[in-house]
């Protein structure tokens, strides 16, 4: 039971440190999924604020 937890425990260790040399080695591909998420959340965050602005435009014209 300990040999599969101590096992377990080395296999994720093992993944945590691949990622992270994969990380190093290669930045660009990080930093390139990193700016796709970030521009990914500006598009959201523009979409809320127009929605936001079209929404209140509406009541206005309403009252």
């Known amino acids: 039971m300990s ?18 040399k994969q990380i190093v ?3 660009a591909a990080h930093l390139k ?3 796709q998420t ?3 959340a500006q598009e959201e965050f523009l979409y809320v604020v127009f929605s936001y602005i079209l929404l209140m435009s509406l009541l206005n014209l309403v009252n």
Do not use: C, V, W, Y
Not at 3 to 14: N, V
């Open 33 to 35: 999924k990193i700016e």
């Open 38 to 40: 970030f521009i990914a």
């Open 3 to 20: 040999a599969e937890i101590a096992e377990q425990d080395g296999q994720g260790q093992s993944e945590t440190g691949a990622k992270l």
């Open 25 to 27: 080695l290669h930045p």
